[in-house]
């Protein structure tokens, strides 16, 4: 078993909220740990991450499954007659699915920095509460204007759940472990596609009920379940994990310590400008942002036009269509699940972003290519289609998450990833224009190119992360094994790592740039 590090586990910037002291781990515990062969602690470990999952991963799956039908729902009430009831033009409809995203991506960063300011189980709870109002009310609108300012509130309370849980999980799970779970509570999203297209099924079925359209029906429950659920979370949301009551005070010691041990000094750090700054400089966010564009475009397009899309390939009804949506997010939903098992065993990202962003594109290429006639052959399209885009967004988010160092950066440089990356909402929702119809080639085209944005960006950032690790290998050596420690004073070590002349806290700082850090590729 590797011995305890002998350098405090300082866990500022990992899990504990702003205003606590940085905690030591319990010298009691630590000769615990210690003491453990290598089976009992991998026993041990096991154990403590099913709990973690069990408690922590089905209701953020929940969440976010519920933020998702909650943007895109304004897809099946199109169905159900929303753009006659209110006298929208298509410009009006592509403008109401548009300004969620602008809400949506103003507030992310800000919303990404605060949340260490709040308790968890009372800050998500509570902005569920705001959007869920929201949503009901959009079901009582009766014209464009008190839609269009609906749309833009619902966005800018849904901003700070998809960063949030995000970074939330830095806080419970060491690098590698990442990519499954966060694709796991993405797969909601993936799920919302099939849940959208049953449910608004449903709710449509109660036109007429109470004086209102289906449409109207589909706002209105969709807004009632996620206000429920929003009321059970203030006690299904735990905090970090030196407060959570399904621990027991020897686990929480060990999620604390086993985040020390795979991130080392990179976990440290307080707030600072300069962290902030020196997030918006690295190339790596930009490079991340951009790919994240480039997944966020495609499953926005799909997500909001998806039963209009397959409407166009046929006769088929309303609720033929709804329901004829919901087979490709089933598949959509495994290939997510299958890639983040694999990505997480065999701790890599990128390649899975370059392979399913090159079958993406023969899917749009097939959609642009294939005539309108054959009907069978544009709804496999699609199928691959979705089953590719769904993988890129959890993979390219936890590819991030990875391999960025303090806190502070890293919640800078994921803000900045996200809020760009949801600008996609804003170009899909002006892509599928209904003078488009039946073939949609403008807006399949614009997915087909973000989609080689995603696989260009995806291969730089592989490239150029690889260089960086062969680099410090070459002039450094290999990385600090589990059982090295972090001896800021020690001579030896500031030669080893070339930091003779800093300080511990600028050697903190460093984060990522410390020449330890080893990216993920």
Not at 83 to 104: D, E, K, P, R
Not at 234 to 258: G, K, N, S
Not at 404 to 433: E, L
Request: proline share 5%; with cysteine.
């Amino acid at each position: 078993m590797t011995s305890a590090e002998k350098e405090p586990s300082t866990q500022d910037g990992v899990s504990l909220p702003d205003g606590q002291m940085p905690k030591e781990l319990d010298p009691a515990i630590e000769q615990q740990i210690a003491a453990m062969s290598k089976e009992e602690y991998a026993e041990v470990e096991r154990k403590l991450l099913r709990r973690l999952d069990i408690n922590l991963i089905p209701w953020m799956t929940l969440l976010y499954l519920m933020s998702f039908l909650d943007r895109v729902n304004v897809g099946a009430a199109k169905l159900y007659g929303l753009n006659t009831a209110l006298g929208l033009t298509s410009l009006q409809y592509s403008t109401a699915s548009m300004i969620f995203f602008v809400s949506y991506v103003a507030f992310e960063i800000p919303s990404n920095l605060v949340l260490r300011k709040f308790r968890p189980s009372r800050y998500i709870p509570a902005t569920m509460v705001v959007w869920s109002i929201f949503q009901i009310f959009m079901g009582l609108v009766t014209n464009y204007h008190q839609l269009l300012a609906l749309r833009f509130c619902l966005g800018m309370a849904e901003a700070g759940l998809f960063p949030g849980l995000n970074f939330y999980l830095t806080g419970w799970y060491r690098r590698e472990e990442l990519s499954k779970r966060a694709s796991f509570f993405f797969a909601g999203a993936v799920l919302a596609g099939a849940f959208g297209g049953i449910f608004g099924y449903a709710w449509g079925q109660m036109q007429g009920v109470g004086g209102k359209e289906g449409w109207s029906w589909i706002f209105i429950m969709e807004g009632i379940l996620t206000l429920l659920v929003a009321i059970g979370s203030f006690w299904m949301i735990h905090d970090w994990p030196d407060r959570a009551r399904f621990l027991t005070p020897f686990e929480r010691e060990l999620v604390l310590y086993r985040l020390k041990q795979d991130q080392g000094v990179a976990t440290e750090g307080r707030f600072s400008w300069s962290a902030v700054r020196r997030a918006v400089l690295d190339y790596k966010t930009w490079l991340f942002a951009t790919a994240y564009i480039g997944c966020a475009d495609p499953i926005y397009s799909q997500s909001l036009f998806s039963p209009t899309i397959i409407a166009s390939l046929g006769k088929f009804s309303t609720a033929q269509s709804l329901l004829l949506s919901v087979p490709p997010y089933v598949l959509a939903f495994i290939t997510t699940m299958t890639t983040a098992f694999l990505s997480d065993k065999y701790r890599r990202r990128g390649v899975f972003n370059i392979f399913w962003s090159c079958i993406a594109i023969a899917g749009y290429i097939m959609l642009v290519c294939i005539p309108i006639k054959h009907t069978a052959a544009l709804y496999a399209a699609v199928f691959i289609t979705t089953m590719s885009i769904a993988p890129l967004i959890g993979t390219t988010i936890a590819w991030t998450g990875n391999n960025f160092g303090s806190h502070y950066k890293k919640a800078t440089a994921m803000g900045i990833v996200f809020s760009a990356g949801n600008t996609g909402g804003i170009t899909s929702s002006q892509a599928y224009r209904t003078t488009d119809s039946p073939r949609y080639i403008p807006g399949h085209a614009t997915a087909l190119a973000f989609s080689c944005l995603c696989l260009i960006c995806s291969a730089l950032l592989w490239f150029l992360l690889a260089r960086e690790n062969r680099r410090r290998e070459a002039k450094y050596g290999p990385p600090p094994g589990p059982d090295e420690t972090h001896e800021y004073d020690s001579p030896e070590y500031l030669a080893k790592w070339g930091l003779e002349g800093m300080t511990r806290d600028e050697i903190v700082a460093l984060g990522d740039d410390h020449p330890a850090f080893r990216f993920i590729l």
